[in-house]
């Protein structure tokens, strides 16, 4: 059947559909798929963002910054900075089994295809934590790294250090409650965190690459 200019024209939003169904499937449907790890640790970092919003005033919440370190760069997830402390926020969002060690420089997970492993998140933080007590010039110990697990995953961890579900997040840092930090230099810390973020998209787009080969070695 030949279809006029006009009828081609209508069924543009059909086509759009179904073009967006292949790509979802293209990207969602295995998690072997390339592009499943990138948005299903988009959508872990958002639920993370959106809860830490109920945080209040007293906190101020700074999401996605990418840092320089020297001749490379680091992207944080997270930072809460509190009278209480700093806490640094790695996002894992997976579904299946987790296994790993602090010990263990990688990490594994089992989502039902297959075992594949990954960079440990507590070492992956810790270098974080590293890297702004550097850049700010501030004592390790300000600091608090946690590591979140949005997806519906079962953990089995032998680790020493604050490894949590989504849930258990916003209640655990309003725990602590012993100041730490002149509430005066709260701002300033916030501000400088702002100003040292890179935010062209060259570098972004560089360190993403950058993170995908090393994650592939």
């Known amino acids: 059947m030949w279809h006029t200019p006009d009828q081609l ?5 059909f086509l759009g559909v179904c073009l ?6 293209v990207f969602f449907g295995s998690r072997k798929a390339p592009g499943y790890r ?7 970092e958002k639920s ?18 990418l840092l320089r370190s ?20 790695e996002t894992k969002n997976f579904k299946g089994t987790v296994t790993g060690s602090d010990q263990a420089r990688y990490w594994s997970w089992d989502g039902g295809d297959g075992t594949k492993t990954f960079y440990s998140p507590v070492e992956q933080n810790d270098r ?3 890297v702004l007590s550097s850049v700010l010039g501030l004592s390790r110990e300000l600091f608090v790294p946690v590591v979140v697990f949005t997806g519906k995953a079962h953990i089995w961890l032998d680790t020493s250090h604050f490894v949590l579900f ?19 230099r709260l701002r300033p810390i916030a501000e400088r965190l702002q100003q040292l973020n890179i935010t062209d998209e060259r570098v972004r ?9 090393a994650a592939r070695r």
């Open 38 to 44: 990138f948005f299903a640790g988009m959508w872990g």
């Open 20 to 25: 967006l169904i292949v790509l979802l499937l």
């Open 128 to 130: 974080h934590v590293e």
């Open 205 to 213: 787009e560089a360190h993403v690459v950058n993170a995908r080969r």
């Open 9 to 13: 024209f209508d069924l543009l939003p």
């Open 48 to 65: 993370v963002a959106s809860a830490l919003r109920s945080l209040g005033s007293g906190y101020r919440v700074l999401n996605d910054l």
């Open 70 to 89: 020297g001749s490379t760069t680091c992207q944080v997830d997270h930072v809460v900075v509190s009278k209480y402390g700093i806490f640094v926020i």
């Open 166 to 184: 989504l849930g258990q997040l916003v209640p655990f840092i309003r725990v602590f409650r012993r100041q730490v930090i002149d509430e005066a």
